[in-house]
T-cell receptor
Framework: EAQVTQNPRYLITVTGKKLTVTCSQNMNHEYMSWYRQDPGLGLRQIYYSMNVEVTDKGDVPEGYKVSRKEKRNFPLILESPSPNQTSLYFC???????????????FGAGTRLSVL | QKEVEQNSGPLSVPEGAIASLNCTYSDRGSQSFFWYRQYSGKSPELIMSIYSNGDKEDGRFTAQLNKASQYVSLLIRDSQPSDSATYLCAGASGGSYIPTFGRGTSLIVHP
């Protein structure tokens, strides 16, 4: 089954304790991205990756790191989480092929993070 | 700054009516447009994609694109209570594979 898998689904942590949210896709997509979603602010892009070892900042990258060492994996790292990073996080992947399937984002189930 | 604007709603319609959701975008280079449905606490799921001016129909859903007016809409015919969700509009330019999302419109279909 084609899917994007995020783990964990729920996470409660304390300020300053490093954490990693994993994301894996089995569709051989080149593009992957991370979003956070907050009430009234919609989906905001944190980082994206166009291929292995190629990453770039999105709209709200402060406080986050990413890596893309393998095509299927795109972990999100919070080196020193703060309460303002409490949010719902989504990983997504997409095609690069031409045609109508291009740009369609396939989302993971989401990770709800609370930083105390 | 590329922007996609949506009215946050809520838009309330009776069961069986047509729900009309609207979206405008600022980037004239945008070529691909998408409507996602998102239930509370769940991930967005694609409903429609549209790439050319005009209408595109899929079941009860019709997407409309007017590039001259930079306007995208989604019509839901015979609305059902199960259609109650937040609808996200997104647009992507030709050179980008990562779309820009609007903040979403909340739709409530009441029996």
């Amino acid at each position: 089954e084609a899917q994007v898998t995020q783990n964990p689904r729920y996470l409660i942590t304390v300020t300053g304790k490093k954490l990693t949210v994993t994301c894996s896709q089995n569709m051989n997509h080149e593009y992957m991205s991370w979003y956070r979603q907050d009430p009234g602010l919609g989906l905001r892009q944190i980082y994206y990756s166009m291929n292995v070892e190629v990453t770039d900042k999105g709209d709200v990258p402060e406080g986050y790191k990413v890596s893309r060492k393998e095509k299927r994996n795109f972990p999100l790292i919070l080196e020193s989480p703060s309460p303002n990073q409490t949010s719902l996080y989504f990983c997504a992947s997409s095609f690069t092929r031409h045609g109508e399937a291009k740009n369609i984002q396939y989302f993971g189930a989401g990770t709800r993070l609370s930083v105390l | 700054q590329k922007e996609v604007e949506q009215n946050s709603g809520p838009l309330s319609v009776p069961e069986g009516a047509i729900a009309s959701l609207n979206c405008t975008y600022s980037d004239r280079g945008s070529q691909s447009f998408f409507w996602y449905r998102q239930y509370s606490g769940k991930s967005p799921e694609l409903i429609m994609s549209i790439y050319s001016n005009g209408d595109k129909e899929d079941g009860r859903f019709t997407a409309q694109l007017n590039k001259a007016s930079q306007y995208v809409s989604l019509l839901i015919r015979d609305s059902q209570p199960s259609d109650s969700a937040t609808y996200l509009c997104a647009g992507a330019s030709g050179g980008s594979y990562i779309p820009t999302f609007g903040r979403g419109t909340s739709l409530i279909v009441h029996p």
